[in-house]
């Protein structure tokens, strides 16, 4: 068994180099293709999206898709920095689903701006200080997000991109149990998402 575990770190060992030389070879390309465009654009959201779906498609496990999907987003990511920085603006504070959606879609290695509201996110794309903006503009229970809206029709501002986010939500307490939960504080449109389940399970509070 020791001596399988060892043959088996070392195959490891190799193809991880031959993957950091693989990805440094993508980086160079990319790198090349960037001076090649000269002004042109830095983020093609379609060329990506094309990447993503050739690379899903030829997948055949044992990682899932999402995990590929999220391990090549990341590569593109560090690549794309080479040619430039992408500057990106989303809705804050930190840890709200808009960054999250900046880091599912432009990967880790795009900082965002946080703005303290949607109108601001137009404001900074519009006034050319950010190349891009991240906002809400619908969720499958509460439908559309009237500001966003607004601001497409009111701004010269265009969609180049979509990013489909699972919401999670979680009831923190320090209550012992659920039942003895009497208030619960949140934000609208999170109380709107879960009022049901809270029906359901807290209808006490």
């Known amino acids: 068994m020791a001596d399988e575990l060892k043959q088996l770190r070392n195959r490891i060992d190799t193809l991880d180099q031959e993957i950091l030389k693989l990805v440094s070879e993508r980086a160079a390309a990319a790198h090349a293709i960037g001076k090649l465009k000269g002004d042109g654009p830095v983020y093609r959201p379609e060329r990506e999206a094309q990447v993503l779906r050739q690379i ?8 899932p898709d999402q995990a590929v999907t ?9 690549c794309r920095a080479l040619e430039d920085a992408l500057s990106v603006a989303c809705l804050g504070p930190k840890g709200t689903f808009s960054e999250e959606a900046v880091v599912k879609h432009f990967g880790s290695q ?42 497409l029709l009111s701004t010269p501002l265009r969609i180049c991109g979509e990013v489909v986010l699972p919401v999670h939500q979680n009831l923190l307490s320090r209550a012992a149990t659920i039942a003895a939960v009497m208030r619960i504080y949140s934000h609208a449109q999170s109380l ?6 809270l029906n359901q399970n807290c209808p006490r509070a």
Do not use: K, M
């Open 110 to 151: 795009t900082p965002a701006t946080l703005c303290g509201s949607i109108d601001e996110v137009f404001r900074a794309v519009e006034a050319g200080s950010v190349g891009y903006g991240v906002v809400p503009v619908e969720n499958s229970t509460e439908g559309a997000v009237g500001r966003t809206l607004d601001n």
């Open 192 to 197: 709107a998402q879960c009022s049901r389940w």
């Open 70 to 78: 999220h391990l090549f987003s990341e590569i593109i990511s560090a």
């Open 56 to 63: 899903t498609g030829r997948n055949t496990g044992p990682l």
